[in-house]
Structure formats: structure tokens, C-alpha cells
């Protein structure tokens, strides 16, 4: 455990990577925001350039060069935000400037109901070869040249069954087009024509490239990618670390609906060429008759079914191959890596439009993997509640899936070397300080996020209404120093679960497929079951286990091996239909435990023969099904856990991790509640528990029950801890872990302070020039006194005292909610979040003593000294300000 510790406390890596805004600010102000985020202990910046006039352009290589040359002089790494726009894919605009040929294609449709015919009948095509339009779209744009280049594809029709489902009895008409003109005879009863062509215009942003298509993702690389190269390319994998991308999509709706999930959403398609001689290959001659069923239902839901999956897995795997992949070899080509996320809110991760269709198969070419909590995606005390702003959000998929999403594509490939980064902080608002920050942070390193590009420092003087926080703020920010605290405290947490292996029972079937095809419950349901009980899990994609070889994985002794984790089960959400690879791997699966949720599928979405699909479903009834309710129960019963608590508590998270030793994080997410109680280990004979914020270690007490290892925590709202344990005595020179309500019992006497204090006021640009001081007998919020006021608060006050003793604990009710304190003038410390006790003993002394206190605000009510911003994300409550309630002095 030792040398645990000492590579810990010796830790000079870095793993912080912010965003740093690119406007074409001035040469000395560039400079000086560098040195400010140098000054936060971290060593790595990702510029941006959304808002620079001249990406890739003389004023850029101006800009960049500079960044380049304090990053050298520091040490620090740069990454670069690889598109001149949000999302990435716009190329920096070479597809609207030299490749119009390279634009997005789509396959889209329009019908035509033939009902009651009893004749022969004409269909005029080329209305039916664009979107339908009405008065409504009077004035909008259209290019209507390139409509001209629309093209038929085919011509289905297909018996209505009732309220557009259709019946799989389907006639292709294609050949009977002549010219511009259908003539057919139809068989009684009501049909309905499908009329499908390949387009350019009907679906997303023109300008952006085809994500399915090689040669248009090589545009990526031309207009971005390579001038860096030349530009740097001494630099590369050096000073120059990197490319990262922002939330590229398939991009063939505009928009964030979060609903483009295939047959669905009635909307345009992606489509290449590739995609179509993909097709070709997996249906055969015929291929063309089934298109209908990417948009429309059938009766018998067989074909459609197998459609549907076809296409989606055609179409990701080519935007795996063409993206993802091609941008990642040449990285690797070039010495750098690549890195980034894609949108996962709301279950986009597995749908079309702004997702990217499959988690796992969109980063497959990254060095890391990746995900974004921005937006008030988590928030504390809302775990798995409903988000309401811009959006509607999922709290149950943000609290319990996405940063475990995330996290297991780095535990579980090779490629990224246990190694997940999140995008973090950005446009929660002003209200977002270090309080809450530090809860988010603890949120995701608890379920494996090791990496962090905080978002965002802007160079833009302030006010800047762009997505804030901004954690320098041209030094109005009174919570950057604050800040540095919490980024040092990042840094040495994520350095503790870097280069190790997590350790974790359960695996829990990724649900894109599942998604793809038919009713299917979301992979949040037993996340949340699982965690609330502490037994943890990574989602495992089809792809991973059809293909174990290639992620260090394998079957034995009851287990599923994948690089370096063991999983004693595989959990499956309920899905109507599971693949074919699902099913032979089950086949094969010897002793493990595999459990399906609430029920067995009914079918095999890529299979049609009826003897192949009912030998493969009879093969899942060695399974087991267990109600999603009973889930817990049942693993506990069968000794799928590696925690277990003594007395519940449901937001006690945790994560195992393996280096020299074990290590074990725990935080509690409760709003409200303390957790105080005991949590049973598998092994160990001695404990020690780390204070990442005050970078202190205590020895823990470890009590031997029935072969297991007992530890005993406390943990308030807000707290977190880390816990080595070893089977060897290493830590003699730590003092003996007592929780604060030990401590607190132990105290002779209680001294109320919570009156009678003297206090001043100052804006942070400012600091420290405190104005005039006032009196406040009887504590309030400053926002009762001054409702606008941002900037650091001074509160001081003198006190008597008879005797000091070897207690002295300093207790703050509320305070909101950066603190640092002094007594005596000597200073004692910072605290950036609840609880606010500070051990003051040694400060302390007989007769007269001053304390100091200085509560940094966040600058939330300052925007009501400005004009209000052109859009407003959504509305918060808004905080008090200052310290109040009570305060006391135990001695």
C-alpha cells in the first residue's frame, strides 16, 4: 500500500484538459489566461475555436501559436476542437467550398394510397421525388436545382392492413416506371405505393459532411486534421497532444429532438453508396422491396424487424469504419491520439438525427472514451428525476447510465487504456459554483471517469453570456481560486484510478440493438436497481461479446472475461428480439450466470428462416428470467456482489479499483441524509481512508466477521472519501480515522458564535480591498441586505477564551459557499462545499482570539446588474449568499 501512496502523493500527471475559447483575443490577454490555467494545477487546455473568426486562417495560426508556446514553456499539452463549428463534421466549410459532391445523402419517401381500384391507374413520379409541401412553407428556402438531382430508387407497394401498418405481401413496381410515369393494375383491396429516391436536400445541415461515406469524411481530415500538421507537425505528440470532436452525428435531421430512433420517426435517412452495396449483399437481388419497412410497420413484423436491424447495423458500423475509425488511424499515424463524445442524452446515443447510432461503435476510433455532463444533466438531489430546461432530460438515464456508459467502453477497451473523459460544468449557469461542482466531480470519478475537460474558460471580457460558468471570468469570478482547490483535488483523485483495473460483478447488455427492432426496456431500469444497491456493473455491446479475442476477453470458470475485468453475470433488459451473435454467444456461454429482465425475447431481429430462429430462441431457455423488482434479491442471493452494506442506503455509490492493492470510492448522493454505518468488504486487514479535498490519509479500522473485512464510514451530503485496504500494515504514521460526530461527542463544551459579527464587502476584480465594515448581530444572508451582490464577504469577529484544549472543531450551519478561514491571523483553510467544520484546535488560544472568515459567492446575482441575456437556458431557484444560521465553537 505504500508505494500506493507515495506514487499518489508524488503525482505529477495531469488528466484536466479545459476548453479555452478562441475569439482572436489580444497576444497578452491569451497569455495571461494560460497562466491562470497553469495556476489551477492543471497542465493541459483544448482550445476551441466556435467563436474565432479565422479557424484555420492566418489570425488562428497567430492565436495558436502563442497557446503552443506558453503550453511548451509550462509543460502543458494542447488539444485542438477539430471543426471551426459545433458539431463536428462541418469541415470548416470545404464542403459548401470545394465539395458539393461530397454532401450528406439521404434515402427519403413519399406514398401514394391506391384503394378500391379497379382499373389500371398512372402515378406521376416526379412530384414524388422531394418532400411534400403546402402553403405553410411558403417563403422557405428550397434548393430547387438540386432537387433536380434527386433519384428514384424504387417503387413498392404494400397491402394496408389498417392505420398505415402494412401487411408483408410487397410488389416492386420499379420497372414498370417509364419516363416520368407509373401505369400498373393492382389486386383488390386497399395499397399503398412507396415511392423512395436518393437526395442531397432533404434532410440536415447541407454543409456538413456524409459521416457513412470515406471520402467525404477525408474532407474532415483535409480541411482540419492536416494544416495542424503542417503547422506542427514537429510538435505532434509532444506539445501537440490531439484532436477532439465535439457531438458528430449522422446529422440527417436539424435539431435536438432526441426521437430519431428508426421506424419511430418518420424522417430522411442516411445513405451511401457503401450503405446501398451493403444492402445488396444482405438481402440479395430483392433488396430494394424492403425499404418500405424502414418507415413503416408490418403486421407481421419479420422482415420489418430484420430490415430495420440490417440497416442500422450497415449503417453504424460504416459510420464506425468511415468516421470514427479513419479519423482515429490517422492520429495514430501521426503521433497524436484522438478523443471526444458523442450526444447520448436522453438515449440518443442509439439513435439517428443528432446521436450517432451505437455508443460503442461511434468511439470505437477514439484513444478514450467519452461522454458530456453539461446542461444540468446531473444534478444534486435530482437523481433520476425528470430535467426540465431546453430539453425534457432523462434523469434516470443522466444519474444511473450515462456516466457508466462512458466508462466501460474505457475500462473494457484496449485502445483506450482504462481511460474515460467527460465534458463537464458548461452552460449550468452562474448558479453552478464549486458546491455543486465538487458534487458532479464525485459523481463521475465514482463511476470511473478519469479524465475531465471542464467547460469553459472564456477569454471574452465579462459578462460573457456564452454557456457559463467561466471559471476565470477576466478575474470577476470570486470562486477561482476556489477552483484551483477543486481542480487539484481532480487531478489527484483521477490519477488514483488511472492505470489500474476496475472491479465490478455484474455486465449489463448495451440496448442499441435491442432499441433497433421492437419493445425493449432501457438499460437505465436495472442501473438503477443495481447501483442503489451497490453492486456495480459495466454495459457490454453485442459486438464485444460475439468478438471476445479482440477485447482480451473469454469464457472460463463461470466467468466473462473482458480486458482484465471479470463479471460473474450478464444481465439482459427485456427485448422483444436479441441477435443471432447474442443467441450463439449464450449457447456457448458454459456457467455463466445470464439473466434476462422481465422476460425472454420473442424473436431474432437478423434472422427470417423459421427453423434457424426457433433453434435459436429455444437455446435462451437455459436462462434465467428474474422481475426487474427482484433483481437485486436474487444476485444478492447468489453472491453477485462485491459490497454490501450493513443497513441500506440507496445513494451510497461506490467503485472498486484494482492497482497494487484494492481501492474503493464511496460518496453519498443524498440530498439530505448522513450515511453512518458499516460496509462489508471480501478481503483485507487494514484500511486507509483518504480526504481528497484536505489531501490528508487516516487509518481506518478493520473488524473481521466470517472472513470478510468490516469498515465503518460516515459520510455527510456532499462527502467522499477514498479507502485503500491491504492486507499489510502500512499506515502507523496516520492518525485514527474518527468521523465528526465522534469528535463532536468528545467536546466539553459548546460556545455559540452565531452572533454579533462585523463584516465588508468586495467585488472580486478587486480582492482585497474590502469596503466599509459593518454590523450584523444577528446572522442573515447578504442577499436579504444587498439581493445583487457578488464577490468575497469578510466576516470577523473577536472571542475570549478561559482555556484552550486539545478540541477546538469550528462548525457553519450555511455558508454559500466557498469559505476560507483564519484565527489569529494564521490561516486554517478552504473549504468549497458542505459540511463546513473546520479543526481548529491548534489555532486556538488562551484569552483573545480573531477569527476571519471569507465566503466567496458565485456570480449568479450579478447578472441582475446587467441587461438580460438573449436566451435564458432555463430557470433556477436562486441561492442565498454569505454564511447564517448557526455557528458554533466545540472545545
Not at 458528430?248 to 420517426?265: M, Q, T
Not at 466477521?705 to 455527510?716: M, R, S, T, V
Not at 465528526?740 to 466539553?748: A, G, R, T, Y
Amino acid at each position: 500500500m505504500i508505494n500506493t501512496l507515495d506514487n499518489f502523493i508524488l503525482n505529477n500527471e495531469n488528466y484536466i484538459l479545459p476548453f479555452l475559447w478562441m475569439r482572436g483575443e489580444e497576444e497578452q490577454v491569451i497569455r495571461e489566461e494560460i497562466a491562470r490555467i497553469y495556476e489551477c494545477g492543471i497542465k493541459g487546455i483544448c482550445v476551441e475555436a466556435r467563436p474565432h473568426p479565422d479557424f484555420a486562417g492566418p489570425g488562428w495560426w497567430h492565436d495558436l501559436d502563442i497557446v503552443m508556446e506558453e503550453a511548451k514553456q509550462r509543460g502543458m499539452r494542447v488539444w485542438v476542437l477539430d471543426d471551426a463549428h459545433f458539431p463536428t463534421g462541418y469541415a470548416n466549410g470545404l464542403i459548401e467550398k470545394k465539395y458539393p459532391n461530397r454532401k450528406k445523402t439521404y434515402i427519403n419517401y413519399n406514398t401514394l394510397d391506391i384503394l378500391g381500384a379497379q382499373n389500371e391507374v398512372t402515378v406521376h413520379i416526379p412530384p414524388m421525388l422531394k418532400p411534400k409541401s403546402s402553403w405553410l412553407d411558403i417563403g422557405k428556402p428550397i434548393d430547387k436545382e438540386e432537387q433536380k438531382n434527386n433519384k428514384l430508387m424504387c417503387v413498392v407497394a404494400a397491402k394496408l392492413v389498417t392505420d398505415g401498418i402494412i401487411s408483408e405481401e410487397l410488389i416492386d413496381l420499379t420497372d414498370s416506371v417509364e419516363g416520368d410515369f407509373l401505369t400498373c393494375t393492382m389486386p383488390e383491396g386497399p395499397w399503398r405505393l412507396f415511392v423512395i429516391y436518393e437526395t442531397k436536400t432533404d434532410g440536415g445541415n447541407p454543409k456538413y459532411i456524409n459521416m457513412i461515406d470515406e471520402e467525404s469524411v477525408s474532407t474532415q481530415l483535409e480541411a482540419v486534421y492536416e494544416p495542424h500538421f503542417e503547422r506542427y507537425k514537429d510538435e505532434f505528440g509532444k506539445t501537440f497532444a490531439g484532436f477532439f470532436s465535439d457531438e458528430p452525428a449522422f446529422g440527417n435531421l436539424n435539431g435536438f429532438d432526441f426521437n430519431e430512433s428508426i421506424g419511430r420517426k418518420d424522417m430522411p435517412l442516411p445513405w451511401s453508396e457503401e450503405a446501398k452495396n451493403m444492402l445488396l449483399d444482405a438481402h440479395g437481388e430483392n433488396w430494394r422491396v424492403y425499404l418500405p419497412y424502414l418507415w413503416a410497420s408490418s403486421e407481421e413484423m419479420n422482415q420489418c424487424v430484420h430490415t430495420r436491424y440490417t440497416y442500422m447495423d450497415i449503417v453504424t458500423r460504416l459510420y464506425q469504419k468511415n468516421f470514427s475509425n479513419q479519423l482515429g488511424k490517422w492520429c495514430e499515424e501521426h503521433n497524436v491520439e484522438y478523443i471526444g463524445h458523442v450526444i447520448e442524452d436522453n438515449d440518443q446515443h442509439s439513435r439517428l438525427g443528432s446521436g450517432a447510432g451505437h455508443f460503442f461503435r461511434a468511439l470505437s476510433g477514439q484513444h478514450m472514451s467519452g461522454i458530456d455532463v453539461i446542461g444540468g444533466q446531473v444534478i444534486f438531489g435530482g437523481a433520476g428525476l425528470e430535467r426540465r430546461g431546453v430539453f425534457k432530460g432523462d434523469g434516470e438515464f443522466y444519474h444511473y447510465t450515462l456516466g457508466k456508459l462512458g466508462s466501460s467502453f474505457g475500462h473494457l477497451d484496449p485502445k483506450k487504456k482504462g481511460r474515460t473523459m467527460c465534458e463537464l460544468f458548461g452552460a449550468y449557469g452562474w448558479k453552478l459554483g464549486v458546491r455543486d461542482m465538487k458534487y458532479i466531480l464525485d459523481h463521475l470519478i465514482v463511476r470511473g471517469i478519469n479524465y475531465l475537460v471542464p467547460h469553459a474558460f472564456s477569454m471574452r471580457e465579462y459578462p460573457d453570456f456564452d454557456c457559463p460558468p467561466h471559471f476565470y471570468a477576466r478575474g470577476h469570478n470570486p470562486q477561482f481560486k476556489h477552483f484551483a482547490h477543486l481542480m487539484h483535488y481532480a487531478n489527484r483523485l483521477c490519477h488514483i484510478f488511472n492505470n489500474g483495473t476496475h472491479v465490478a460483478p455484474v455486465a449489463v447488455l448495451y440496448q442499441g440493438e435491442s432499441e433497433w427492432t421492437g419493445e425493449y426496456m432501457k438499460m437505465q431500469k436495472p442501473a438503477r436497481v443495481l447501483t442503489e444497491n451497490q453492486i456495480d456493473f459495466d454495459f457490454v455491446p453485442i459486438d464485444m461479446l460475439s468478438d471476445l479475442g479482440s477485447y482480451n476477453g473469454k469464457l472460463e470458470d463461470s466467468a466473462l472475461q473482458i480486458n482484465g475485468e471479470e463479471f460473474k453475470c450478464l444481465v439482459i433488459p427485456y427485448s422483444k428480439y436479441i441477435t443471432k451473435e447474442l443467441a450463439a454467444f449464450i449457447i456457448n456461454s458454459g456457467d455463466l450466470e445470464i439473466i434476462f429482465i422481465d422476460g425472454r425475447p420473442d424473436g431474432i431481429s437478423n434472422a427470417i428462416d423459421e427453423q434457424e430462429v426457433s433453434g435459436l430462441l429455444k437455446s435462451v431457455e437455459k436462462c434465467k428470467v428474474v422481475a426487474l423488482s427482484e433483481l437485486a434479491s436474487v444476485l444478492n442471493a447468489e453472491g453477485v456482489f462485491d459490497i454490501q452494506l450493513k443497513k441500506p442506503f440507496k445513494d451510497l455509490t461506490y467503485y472498486h479499483y484494482m492497482k497494487e492493492n484494492h481501492i474503493y470510492m464511496f460518496q453519498n448522493e443524498s440530498a439530505q441524509e448522513t450515511f453512518s454505518g458499516e460496509i462489508e468488504l471480501n478481503n483485507g486487514e487494514f484500511a486507509i481512508v483518504y480526504n481528497g479535498l484536505e489531501n490528508t490519509f487516516e487509518n481506518l479500522p478493520v473488524r473481521k466477521e466470517n472472513g470478510k473485512a468490516i469498515i465503518y464510514l460516515e459520510l455527510k451530503p456532499y462527502e467522499s472519501c477514498v479507502v485503500f485496504v491491504s492486507d499489510e500494515e502500512q499506515g502507523s504514521e496516520f492518525r485514527d480515522y474518527r468521523p465528526v460526530s465522534m469528535k463532536l461527542s468528545e467536546c466539553e463544551e459548546t460556545i455559540d458564535l452565531s452572533t454579533d459579527w462585523n463584516y465588508s464587502l468586495v467585488k472580486n476584480i478587486e480582492y482585497p480591498n474590502f469596503g466599509d465594515v459593518n454590523q450584523m448581530k444577528e446572522l442573515v444572508p447578504i442577499s436579504k441586505v444587498y439581493p445583487t451582490f457578488t464577490g468575497i464577504i469578510k466576516y470577523e469577529k473577536t472571542i475570549e477564551l478561559e482555556e484552550v484544549t486539545k478540541q477546538g472543531i469550528l462548525t457553519f450551519e450555511n455558508i454559500y459557499e466557498a469559505v476560507e478561514i483564519w484565527i489569529n491571523d494564521e490561516y486554517v483553510g478552504m473549504k468549497v462545499c458542505p459540511p463546513y467544520v473546520f479543526e481548529v484546535a491548534n489555532y486556538l488560544k488562551k484569552g483573545t482570539n480573531t477569527i476571519r472568515v471569507e465566503v466567496a459567492t458565485t456570480l449568479d446575482r450579478d447578472r441582475f446588474n446587467y441587461p438580460e441575456p438573449p436566451f435564458i437556458v432555463w430557470h433556477d431557484p436562486i441561492d442565498p449568499t454569505g454564511m447564517f444560521g448557526k455557528i458554533t465553537l466545540s472545545i
